[in-house]
Structures are given as structure tokens and as C-alpha cells.
């Protein structure tokens, strides 16, 4: 994991989507190729998602992708009003 304002360290590169893209409806893929891990962005429970599956490319765990930005129905101090 690396700081906000900080780029990964080589070979990882940043997964550009969305700015609305959610863990709920997208799935962060890689699949390691020549000793380098390549990702992409899916929309779950796809076509797309389950070729990429039957292809050797795996579902990134939300544990490894890093610290997630509150929605808008979270509890906290931005929310408490709700």
C-alpha cells in the first residue's frame, strides 16, 4: 500500500475507473503474465467477468486493494446528520 498522493511502486500501476466505481458492482481482476501482474476493472457476475475467471484471472480481495473512501450512507462525522 503506498500514500494518497503517492504511485505505486514497479510493476503495479494505478486501476483507473469510474470515480463512482464501487467494490459492489466492479471487480478489480489480475492475472500474472511474464512475472508481472496485469489488472483491469469488471463488472461483476458479466459475461466479461466470467470469461475473465475461466481465463486464470483472479478477483483482487478488497484486504489488498487499500483504504476505501466512505460512501455516502456510511456512519461518520461527514454522515452524522443523516
Not at 481465463?55 to 446528520?81: C, F, K, M
Request: glycine share 10%; charged share 20%.
Amino acid at each position: 500500500m503506498v500514500a494518497p498522493d503517492a504511485q505505486p511502486p514497479r510493476p503495479w500501476h494505478p486501476v483507473r475507473g469510474d470515480r463512482d466505481a464501487s467494490t459492489l458492482w466492479y471487480a478489480v481482476m489480475r492475472k500474472e503474465v511474464k512475472g508481472v501482474f496485469i489488472g483491469t476493472l469488471c463488472i461483476r457476475h458479466s459475461d466479461n467477468h466470467a470469461s475473465l475467471l475461466q481465463a486464470g484471472w483472479q478477483d483482487v480481495p478488497l484486504s489488498e486493494i487499500g483504504p476505501l473512501s466512505p460512501g455516502p450512507w456510511s456512519a461518520g462525522p461527514a454522515n452524522d446528520g443523516l
